[in-house]
């Protein structure tokens, strides 16, 4: 099946910070998106993204499909931010999303 | 409008008793998805069902294990005679169809004792 990484593992910022996360997928897909777990365990959707580029708020995420990569740009970041990010795709021969490992962001005041 | 809606959230079981986690997908969705996080790791996809359908059970556990969607009432995902490689989070989630976003509920925290 399908391999997704992301990079880096953990990332700790001081507020007001910018970071980019990564994630890298092994072959084509039909869909794929970005979540934040936020620290009660609630996973939200930030991003459906196959492709382009999309933005919102402080937000924003770029897929370049041909390079099979996707980033998340998170500017001016809050301590709301803390979390795991995870990348999820579905390759274009499946019907579910596989997930990354995810990114663990901590945002210090 | 509702979002997908997951119960028990919390659930303590013994171990050897059975588990049921229930879940109603957002109005109009015709597709569901159950997935599992251990502590510490990712989303580990389990199963997708349509209506009255088990479309892919690839990522379940062959014994104890047992997914349906009737086509009436929620979606339940059972696990007999638990055991406590069975804690973890049990995240359920919907599409109107496939290949299209998908939407999460809050999960279902089991934790075997």
């Known amino acids: 099946g399908i391999q997704v990484e992301q990079s880096p593992p953990d990332l700790i910022l001081q507020e007001g910070a910018n970071s980019t996360l990564r994630c890298n997928f092994s072959?084509?897909?039909?869909?794929l998106q970005w979540f934040h777990q936020n620290p009660w365990g609630q996973l939200i959707n930030l991003f459906y993204?196959?492709?382009g580029t999309k933005q919102n708020g402080r937000l924003s995420a770029t897929t370049v499909a041909t390079e099979r990569y996707s980033l998340l740009y998170i500017s001016s970041s809050q301590t709301t931010d803390s979390g795991v990010y995870f990348c999820?795709?579905?390759?274009?021969?499946?019907?579910?999303?596989?997930f990354g490992e995810g990114t663990q962001l901590t945002v210090n005041p | 409008n509702a979002g997908v809606m997951q119960n028990p959230r919390h659930l303590v079981r013994r171990r050897g008793q059975e588990a049921r986690l229930r879940c109603s997908p957002m109005?109009?969705?015709?597709?569901v998805y159950w997935y599992r996080q251990l502590p510490e790791e990712g989303l580990k996809f389990m199963v997708y069902?349509?209506?009255?359908?088990?479309?892919?059970e690839s990522g379940m556990p062959k014994e104890r294990f047992s997914a349906e969607f009737p086509k009436e009432g929620p979606s339940i995902l059972r696990i007999q005679q638990v055991v406590r490689g069975d804690s973890a989070a049990y995240f359920c989630?919907?599409?109107?169809?496939?290949?299209?976003?998908?939407?999460f509920g809050e999960g279902s925290w089991l934790t075997v004792v």
């Open positions: 989630a919907s599409s109107p169809s496939g290949s299209t976003y998908i939407y």
């Open positions: 072959d084509s897909v039909n869909n």
């Open positions: 993204i196959p492709s």
């Open positions: 999820a795709v579905e390759e274009t021969s499946g019907s579910r999303l596989t």
């Open positions: 109005k109009g969705h015709s597709h």
């Open positions: 069902l349509q209506k009255e359908n088990i479309i892919d």
